[in-house]
């Protein structure tokens, strides 16, 4: 008796998404690229649900432009713990140089270079 050639797809299985045959047992599909099982996938568990904290109700006003309100009490944590980052080449200090903005120049006090001529350059 002969071999039955269909005895090649009883390893196999069909992508449902696109119906490319793989091996049995193949998590993704190489065509489509649907993911067969949810073996690649962690398994959680659901969180319990906790008591939600409770919070101070915000109140609106708080934050508001009028200048009748007054500023909330804000509490931050302080820290005695400082960082000196040393052994960095960057200078970031800022030179102070009086300028008068450009709104209060005199555009006939300004020292600007001569136009440079292009008409006369050669090809």
């Given at each position: 008796?002969?071999?039955?050639?269909?005895?090649?797809?009883?390893?196999?299985?069909?992508?449902?998404?696109?119906?490319?045959?793989?091996?049995?047992?193949?998590?993704r599909?190489?065509?489509?690229?649907?993911?067969?099982?949810?073996i690649?996938?962690?398994?959680r568990?659901?969180?319990?649900?906790?008591?939600?904290?409770?919070?101070?109700?915000?109140?609106?006003t708080a934050?508001?432009?009028?200048?009748?309100?007054?500023?909330?009490?804000?509490?931050?944590?302080?820290?005695?713990?400082?960082?000196?980052?040393?052994?960095?080449?960057?200078?970031?200090?800022?030179?102070?140089?009086?300028?008068?903005?450009?709104?209060?120049?005199?555009?006939?006090?300004?020292v600007?270079?001569?136009?440079?001529?292009?008409?006369k350059?050669?090809?």
């Amino acid at each position: 008796m002969e071999k039955d050639p269909l005895d090649v797809y009883a390893t196999m299985a069909s992508c449902p998404n696109c119906g490319c045959f793989e091996r049995k047992g193949t998590v993704r599909c190489s065509e489509c690229g649907t993911f067969h099982s949810g073996i690649h996938m962690e398994e959680r568990n659901t969180p319990i649900n906790a008591e939600p904290i409770q919070r101070e109700p915000i109140d609106p006003t708080a934050y508001s432009l009028s200048a009748e309100q007054a500023l909330p009490d804000e509490i931050f944590e302080e820290t005695e713990d400082l960082v000196n980052w040393d052994g960095g080449s960057s200078d970031f200090t800022m030179e102070e140089i009086e300028e008068r903005p450009l709104s209060r120049v005199d555009p006939d006090e300004l020292v600007l270079p001569d136009p440079e001529d292009l008409t006369k350059i050669d090809d």
